[in-house]
Nanobody, 124 residues
Framework: QVQLVESGGGLVQAGGSLRLSCVASGRTFNNYAMGWFRQVPGKEREIVAGISWSAATTYYADSVKGRFTISRDNAKNTVYLQMNSLKPEDTAVYYC?????????????????WGQGTQVTVSS
């Protein structure tokens, strides 16, 4: 079992930046691909970004490509989401999740371990 805890959310002005962190524990972090997802009330959860265990492969939703960067530090059991040029439509609860082998980092159905989420609010 993998436990995930997100942090770094908050309230920012449009155009600002935040960096989210997700710390994993319980199992070997290096064996999992990781992803960031977001959800707003009344809407389906959607993938934001994914990263392979080696960080050789990344995936980004079209809506965030060029603004967000996913990275990981396996020595610290941590995955990050750097969010720049934030827009009001980025407002959501952001979740990190772990994807065990076989990896399908762009497919939400592949992720089996989830954090509790951290709120990101972007004001205009």
């Amino acid at each position: 079992q993998v436990q995930l805890v997100e942090s770094g959310g908050g309230l920012v002005q449009a155009g600002g930046s935040l960096r989210l962190s997700c710390v994993a524990s319980g199992r070997t972090f290096n064996n999992y691909a990781m992803g960031w997802f977001r959800q707003v009330p009344g809407k389906e959860r959607e993938i934001v970004a994914g990263i392979s265990w080696s960080a050789a492969t990344t995936y980004y939703a079209d809506s965030v490509k060029g603004r967000f960067t996913i990275s990981r530090d396996n020595a610290k059991n941590t995955v990050y989401l750097q969010m720049n040029s934030l827009k009001p439509e980025d407002t959501a609860v952001y979740y990190c999740a772990a994807d065990p082998p076989p990896y399908h980092i762009a497919d939400m159905r592949a992720y089996t371990y989830w954090g509790q989420g951290t709120q990101v609010t972007v004001s205009s």
